[in-house]
T-cell receptor, first 109, second 112 residues
Framework: LAKTTQPISMDSYEGQEVNITCSHNNIATNDYITWYQQFPSQGPRFIIQGYKTKVTNEVASLFIPADRKSSTLSLPRVSLSDTAVYYCLVGPNAGKSTFGDGTTLTVKP | SQTIHQWPATLVQPVGSPLSLECTVEGTSNPNLYWYRQAAGRGLQLLFYSVGIGQISSEVPQNLSASRPQDRQFILSSKKLLLSDSGFYLC???????????FGPGTRLLVL
């Protein structure tokens, strides 16, 4: 299983773009990269998933370089409600992916 | 649409007492089901997963067990709780093992 490394915490201000990078040097050919968001006392919520290059949806973008050994979650114009823990998962299927300790994002006014 | 339910929301149990947490999924058939535990300030630890009725895989040997008596029902149990069993327990489902997991609201368990 690919191990992931994320910053423990990040601070930002409302209206800024936030980029959270995840390192996964041992990613396998059939692994996907998935990001989740978790608020206190709630279950994680799917944000975005990708395999290579760039994926964009209504809430975030995911940038994956050609070697796929890292990925960057980009949150445009964050608000206070984006304060949460963000997890990067790598695996061929979500069931075998490992949740690390995630990145705690704090958005300040 | 699919929904996932967990109960109870919170539970306080004495050491040595039994445990039964239930998770049910609506709006889908033959889901893959998962039990996770989360310690305070930490990530999620996968405890069990199931790809079908009666099929349970354990990821971490421990004081807990899981059962899947029906297609959309997943139960987490213990015969005798330990202090270390305290935590936030999350149930999740996915359409297949290659797809995204969807989490329930969780059960916060405190063993005293």
């Amino acid at each position: 299983l690919a191990k992931t490394t994320q910053p423990i915490s990040m601070d930002s201000y409302e209206g800024q773009e936030v980029n959270i990078t995840c390192s996964h040097n041992n990613i396998a050919t059939n692994d996907y990269i998935t990001w989740y968001q978790q608020f206190p006392s709630q279950g994680p919520r799917f944000i975005i998933q990708g395999y290579k290059t760039k994926v964009t949806n209504e809430v975030a973008s995911l940038f994956i370089p050609a070697d796929r050994k890292s990925s960057t979650l980009s949150l445009p114009r964050v608000s206070l409600s984006d304060t949460a823990v963000y997890y990067c998962l790598v695996g061929p299927n979500a069931g075998k992916s490992t949740f690390g300790d995630g990145t705690t994002l704090t958005v300040k006014p | 649409s699919q929904t996932i339910h967990q109960w109870p929301a919170t539970l306080v149990q004495p050491v040595g007492s039994p445990l039964s947490l239930e998770c049910t999924v609506e709006g889908t058939s033959n889901p893959n089901l998962y039990w996770y535990r989360q310690a305070a300030g930490r990530g999620l630890q996968l405890l069990f997963y199931s790809v079908g009725i009666g099929q349970i895989s354990s990821e971490v040997p421990q004081n807990l067990s899981a059962s899947r008596p029906q297609d959309r029902q997943f139960i987490l149990s213990s015969k005798k709780l330990l202090l270390s069993d305290s935590g936030f327990y999350l149930c999740a489902w996915s359409p297949t093992r290659e797809e995204t997991q969807y989490f329930g609201p969780g059960t916060r368990l405190l063993v005293l």
